[in-house]
């Protein structure tokens, strides 16, 4: 049987501490001697990522906006202990180890959190934003660690690999026996250019689901759940299709639905039905700031996209998902609307009831960005590999602080909403179940 949070993050914990016990004990009469931890290892010249400069930006000239969702959060202790760790590493092998090892504590302590009440001045338990802010830092501890052995380019960017993955569930979404089996996504943070401060309501939704189990109607479902990248590149060297495609695989692992998710309109649950193949966003780029490459009148398909049509469809039971009972501000619909290029055509036209034969997909009904991506890349492996799957996206309401909220990093009125958008999301997801 598979142990809930509760019950697997000591064990996880206690892996993790006999890994750092590990580390620090070494002993130093070796070919390549251990350094004593400190972060004396870590190279400051070496530049992050755009999404990695971000970790000092603050609001209107102010301090640190993530080192201050870090310390309430609690994930700044993890931060250093994984900087700690990384300076007593003596190999490539342990290295390795230590990544994976420390990517999946990582994740567990995140969904561990959102499952868990926290005590004030602490962040709500539903607060997507440490994981996020965490991840990143690490990240970035990667990409500037100066290890006392040859480290070459391609061992580095497989270790940052294998920490995304890690990290983001990809590698511990394995499921229970005896169960019925239910794999929902979400995404990180995003648009941080505008607002530091943003969080993702379908990540914390994912947060608060994973490792759950839910009865429904006599019936047992065990919930795991795994979190997207708002990056392209990670697109186009096939994430996704990593993490789902083994349980649209048959045996154990094989799943029963698999629902996609990310933040999408105001005030509204859509059930989005077509997905469309291609990117068209070009007014705003990735965590990145890296842009899809294609407009509406232009749209481009990602390079790494396996071959597939035009458009598919949801195949989620969305009437029953349409009725469920979500907060009072929020509404549910079925959304049909697309844009679409008809055939013989050079303009984009709306379709409000969905595409035309032989139509170009300029947005699905989630879009043009990577919510609709993920959703044909997800219904485009149930199509490869099992059509008879229950498969489709979910976009989420926008998660808003308070309008007189400039500044703080958090207010009554942002938690109120987040709170309620994964109730609602978990509403949803409940009704499909029947």
């Not at 300029?362 to 799957?389: F, H, K």
Request: glycine share 8%; aromatic share 6%; charged share 15%.
């Amino acid at each position: 049987m598979r142990l809930r949070p509760s019950s697997l993050l000591p064990a996880v914990l206690a892996g993790a501490l006999a890994l750092t016990s590990a580390l620090t004990t070494l002993p130093t009469a070796t070919a390549a001697p251990a350094a004593a931890p400190s972060t004396a290892c870590f190279d400051q010249s070496v530049t992050g990522t755009v999404e990695e400069q971000r970790l000092d930006n603050g609001v209107a000239g102010g301090p640190s906006v993530p080192a201050e969702i870090l310390a309430r959060s609690g994930f700044d202790r993890q931060v250093r202990l994984f900087s700690h760790l990384l300076c007593a590493v003596p190999n490539r092998a342990v290295a390795t180890t230590l990544v994976r090892v420390q990517g999946e504590l990582l994740w567990r302590t995140a969904t561990y959190r959102a499952q868990h009440p926290q005590t004030a001045p602490a962040l709500p338990s539903t607060d997507d934003r440490g994981l996020y802010w965490a991840r990143i830092s690490m990240a970035l501890a990667l990409r500037q660690w100066q290890p006392h052995f040859t480290l070459g380019t391609a061992d580095r960017a497989e270790l940052i690999r294998s920490f995304e993955y890690s990290s983001r569930g990809i590698t511990s979404s394995r499921f229970s026996p005896g169960v019925h089996k239910l794999l929902v996504t979400g995404f990180d943070p995003f648009t941080l250019d505008a607002d530091i401060r943003i969080g993702n309501p379908s990540g914390a939704n994912a947060l608060t689901l994973d490792g759950q189990r839910w009865t429904v109607n006599g019936k047992t479902y065990e919930i795991q759940t795994v979190m997207f990248p708002v990056r392209y590149t990670d697109f186009d060297e096939n994430m996704v299709e990593n993490a789902l495609a083994p349980h649209y695989r048959g045996g154990p692992q094989h799943a029963d639905l698999v629902m996609t998710a990310s933040q999408g309109r105001v005030g509204i649950f859509d059930l989005e039905v077509f997905n469309g193949r291609r990117r068209s966003v070009s007014s705003i780029g990735d965590n990145n700031n890296l842009w899809g490459g294609g407009t509406i009148y232009a749209p481009v398909v990602s390079p790494s996209m396996p071959p597939g049509p035009e458009w598919l469809t949801s195949s989620l039971p969305l009437a029953r998902m349409s009725g469920a009972t979500v907060p009072a501000q929020f509404r549910t619909r079925v959304n049909t609307s697309v844009l679409e290029i008809p055939a013989g055509e050079t303009l984009p036209v709306r379709r409000p009831d969905g595409p035309t034969p032989g139509s170009i997909a300029s947005e699905g009904t989630g879009g043009g960005y990577l919510s609709n991506e993920v959703a044909y890349r997800n219904t485009l492996q149930r199509d490869l590999l099992d059509p008879s799957m229950p498969a489709g996206h979910l976009h989420v309401p926008v998660l808003q602080f308070d309008p007189a909220n400039k500044t703080a990093i958090t207010d009554p009125t942002y938690e109120t909403n987040r709170d309620q958008i994964v109730q609602g999301a978990h509403a949803v997801l409940r009704a499909a179940l029947g």
